[in-house]
């Protein structure tokens, strides 16, 4: 008999809890069908309602429901990390508490693995129907851009919602990183991958964790995590300041030499200053960003910290 993984991560997602377990439960039968068990696992992430309580709640009648509830909120990659860490099942599956990842497609997912022999089964959705357009928009740029930026490729629309075997989660699980995007994590670890479309489907309650800020760190971090590509940016800044730098000395010299015309006054000075002193805080500021993820890398802090464990 085969044990299927279900690694849910959630925050503040009182409401969603049991219809996730309801809606979950339709493919129970399937499994079942195919000598296949389950265990589910909760990972709190520091929820501040009532999430842990309605998870317990789920135990009293199902034993195969389990619970890991973090100290604080350590964030959902974390709570990924966590689960497949916890997970021993020889297929896993990790999907948002939301439904907006329909668990009635892990059939057609599963079908995929064994029938199929892929890796992994992955989903992106086709369209962002129902999200804030300027949000859409900024998705999209981001994808182009660290596309170009970075060798491993990570997909536009990819959601979280993914089948592995046990060999593609043990690839996920040597990489102990700290600044863990998953999205590109999962590409860079090689392995034959299905892709699965689908329409994006609002959520059903609560609200979304991610406000336009936080998805906008999330990607500067995804940016420095994937491609050093910046750094040789400032480089290259450099080096066509100084290429500039070069053939304004030497107009001013023969302008000065041949026509004895002084340079003219401070405006232009104060310009180049300015412009020049910018370029330099922005490069400083690119160094930086991969300076301060160093110092958190090293420092070697666990990834989450675990409260309880049932
Ligand atoms: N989540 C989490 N920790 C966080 C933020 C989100 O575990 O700090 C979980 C959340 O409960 C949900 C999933 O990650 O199950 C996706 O979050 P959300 O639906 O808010 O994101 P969106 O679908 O809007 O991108
Ligand atoms: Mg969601």
Request: hydrophobic share 40%.
């Amino acid at each position: 008999m085969k044990l299927i993984s279900i690694i849910v991560p959630c925050y503040n997602e009182e409401e969603n809890v049991k219809d996730f377990y309801d809606e979950l439960m339709k493919t129970e039968s399937f499994f079942k069908n195919n000598d296949v068990s389950m265990e589910i696992i909760y990972v709190n992430d520091g929820s501040k309602d009532n999430t842990v309580a309605e998870v317990k709640k789920l135990r009293e009648t199902d034993e195969r429901v389990h619970l890991i509830n973090f100290s604080r909120n350590f964030g959902k990659e974390a709570a990924i990390y966590a689960g497949l860490q916890k997970s021993k099942g020889d297929y896993v599956v990790m999907l948002d508490c939301d439904l907006q990842d329909p668990p009635a497609m892990l059939p057609e997912m599963y079908g995929y693995i064994v029938n199929e022999g892929f890796d992994s089964v992955a989903t992106r959705r086709v369209t962002r129907k129902g999200e804030p357009p300027i949000r859409s928009f900024f998705a999209r740029r981001f994808y182009s851009l660290i596309n170009r930026m970075s060798k491993t490729e990570i997909v536009d629309g990819a959601r979280d919602y993914r089948l592995m075997t046990r060999q593609f989660v043990d690839a996920i699980l040597s990489m102990e990183e700290y600044n863990r995007f998953s999205k590109g994590l999962f590409g860079w670890v090689g392995f034959s991958t299905k892709w699965l479309e689908f329409e994006n489907i609002e959520r059903k309650k609560g609200e979304t964790k991610w406000s336009f800020w936080k998805l906008f760190l999330y990607a500067l971090d995804g940016i420095v995590a994937f491609s050093t590509v910046p750094l040789a940016f400032a480089s290259i800044l450099g080096v066509v300041f100084c290429f500039l730098a070069i053939i304004l000395i030497i107009v001013t010299i023969i302008r000065k030499a041949a026509f004895g015309d002084p340079t003219s006054g401070w405006p232009s000075l104060v310009c180049i200053i300015s412009l020049v002193s910018g370029v330099q805080l922005f490069c400083l500021g690119i160094v930086g960003q991969y300076l301060s993820k160093t110092y958190l890398e090293v420092k070697h802090r666990p990834i989450y910290i675990i409260k309880e464990e049932l």
